[in-house]
């Protein structure tokens, strides 16, 4: 009980850490958008809930270091001595197995290990007369505060269950085919039951196996607007899994209810949760300002009636409705835009952080090993290659880098490597991952702004060979992207003239392209120009350079901000670790991947003074608490489904990574070294591949929506030049032979030379129209198509009463589609067996059974509606509204 009291001092260490990461990540990623802190404080609570990992006293770093070696050699003669003194004065159980002593602490964290265990390890006397010492018995209040609020969850959810089964159904069509009509618009996939209750003030989502939505008694009062926004926030909070995430947060606070960073975490990730259901409700029903209106009505109009204290973890309060109001009445809403890549990068800085933090565990009881002249022989010495960095600018605030063609050589890496090179971008530029020398990531400031505020990145490819980048930069810069001469510099533009947003991309060599908008890329052209170099801190950049991965952080650039920001807020995250960013000009880190990985971070002062304030306090966050093991396993033995999966799965990396941690100065530098040993790669494919799918699955979807984007700026554009849509069928010149729509639209989508080439006089399957079919428009062919395919995946509804008609050659015109264009489905993505240039779509009638549609993606399939907007819709969509959605005259009185 003694040993797990100081565990518990260490996590709370090792969580206030890492959540000073988080508040890193969370500054930079609100310069950007603040959209996208959504996704990175689900990540990082989901991180948090995940603690449990830190019951087990793996991963474990291993440090090094030149210094510590030499301090180590000098005491070789006594080591034994050491050794033996130490484990006699060891608890019970506290002895280390031999092999277990491979990697050690280096002699100058040794001795600081020694102190802080014999301040906290009790003696056998206190021991003899007392039971426990004073971290036992904290671990008992730790215990007995961790059991109150695992009763206090208990009795909200039962309260929340007893809540739902006194709740009735509602029996209301319109809000039953409201519901329907937005579950295909939002794409929920789930069965939603919608309840009422007496005892809720407001909306609330509870569950998210089988989520129900409760509305209070007073939602007959409602108008129709108000019942679609409040359903359709609702719904946006089933369709990112809310709940799922929030009770991770729960799980974290319940582990961590001492620590007031992750209630704070916790409070954000509700708030940042609300916000993007408020996001995404304002866009489906009529933009943000009406939606911010609705809402203050139903919030002036809302009792006040208290939840129950236990079911509050569950269920909303008038205080995030209200608080709500305000941050939307200060920010409009807005669904987030950012890059995916720059989402997916925040979440794998988080998920690498909370690596490194697990791995810094606690000195296993004051014992202290010096290493042997056998280990040290056996120490890896070699030094992987550097990157290049003649790119880097004088003035870079931000460097980031990987070396892919290192990664991809591992044997555990293929299944990972091969899936991310099956993807339509690989196939598209020709690039591979196995041959990427290095890819970096500059940033600089951006000019003329109030606060500091980063420029868009300045993106580096260099490959092992010469490689041809024509496929890159169709896919990056532009279709028509052309050279052109700006300021002196040759370069690929997609427009002319160019502006400073213009995406553009340098040649540096046969091997070495750069890229990004003209603004950020002149800078870094026009530094190598003048052979200004790299930053002041270049130097320093080359010493922790470890070959495979490489970061490197101005704090300097964002001091400024901070310390405003603290004097007009308080927060207590930033007060704890003060010294940190108030004392560090620069971090850099760097790391290699291999049998082992190595973990090199470097933070240098303006002084020595400083420099030891950032090692006193490192040394106050690190030596704490041997992580909560027993915990971990519970929650993986309780977990269910991918949850339990990707649980069981960490704990087995972390089992295989002996922690151990060093801390050191010389001058105005603070290092922290690290060799992590035997981490499993193959079980760290198996936790990314379930991720990156999803990944590629939602980004061909997207690409997907974007197809038929296009094939409707086509089609409209047509109607401006033409008075009508083209028909499904159209007639050529000679008035007699059938081409298709498809055909008829190339022209307004850059594809002019292709339409000029087709013969509109002579058959698709004709002598020189057949050659023509393997120059199939990526436009008109999912990505989810089988490569090489020269069929098409989108086709007009035709018949009658559709938007298209049936009549070869007579297109219509938006007065005949008098149920509205909004409301008007036109294209479909279906999988076929149809050639592109073949005029030839699928027929409707409402006397036949509906056509089979979708066939790329699972649960429904997109569509395009007359007015050009693209919606995804559910298989389980009632198929009298899709019948309604088709025709174009028939009357119905539909919401979609």
Known sequence: MNNLGIAFIWLAMQVTLFCFVVLMVHLVARQRNAGSATPTFTGLLLIIGLTATLLIPM??????????????????????????????????????????????????????????????APT??????????????????????????LLRLLVGWVSVRRCLTRSAVINCQSLDETLDVLRAEINCRKPVTILESDELASAATVGWRKPVILLPSSWSDWTPEEQRMVLAHELAHIVADDAAAWMAAQIGLL???YHPLVHWLAARLRLEQELAADAKAAELTGGSQSYLVTLAELAVREPHRAVTWPARAFLPTRGTLLRRIEMLRDKPTGTDRSPRWRRHFVIAVTVIAAIFVAGLQRPDSGVAVAQTPAAQAAAPATEAAAFNLDSVPKSVVLLAGIRPFRVAAREEMQPLVKLMEESTVAEKTGIRIADIDQFLIMAVPRANVDRPQLAEPVLELRMLKPTDFSGFMKQHIGVGSTNQSVDGFSVVANNNPVTEHSRCAFMVDERTVLFGPWHALKGILESRRDAEGGPDWMERLQTVDKGDALFAFDVIFLRGEMEQQFRQRPNPMLGMVAPLWQNTNQVIAGAGIGDEMSLSVHGWGDDEAAAEKIQTTLQALIPVANGMLMGA????????????????????????????????????????????????????TGLLLPAIQASREAALRTQGQNNIKQIFLGLHSYYDVNGSFPPAVLLGPDGKTKYSWRVAILPYIDQANLYNAYDRNEPWDGPNNRKLLDQIPETLRSPKAPKGSLNTSYFALVGEHTAFGNAPGKGRSMLDITDGTSITIMVVETKRETPWTKPEDIPYSADDPLPKFGGYHEGGFQVGIADGRVRFVSENIDMTLLRSLITCDGGEVVNF
């Open 255 to 257: 582990l961590h209810f």
């Open 124 to 149: 056998s006397d206190v021991q003899s007369k007392n039971g426990l010492s004073w971290t036992g018995w904290f671990a008992v209040v730790v215990l007995a505060m961790v059991a109150f609020g």
């Open 59 to 120: 991963p474990r770093w291993s440090w090094n270091t030149p210094s510590s070696e030499k301090a180590l050699a000098t005491s070789t003669t006594n080591s034994s001595q050491t050794v033996a003194t130490d484990t006699e004065a060891a608890p019970t159980g506290a002895t280390l197995p031999p092999q277990e002593m491979e990697s050690t602490f280096a002699a100058a964290f040794a001795g600081f290990a020694n102190t802080l265990g014999r301040e906290l």
């Open 633 to 684: 396993k519970a929650s993986a033995q309780n977990a269910e489904g991918p949850e339990k999966k990707a649980m069981t799965e960490s704990i087995a990396i972390a089992e295989n990574v002996m922690p151990s941690v060093k801390v050191t100065r010389d001058g105005n530098k603070v290092t922290v070294d690290a060799t992590g040993e035997g981490i499993k790669l193959a079980t760290m």
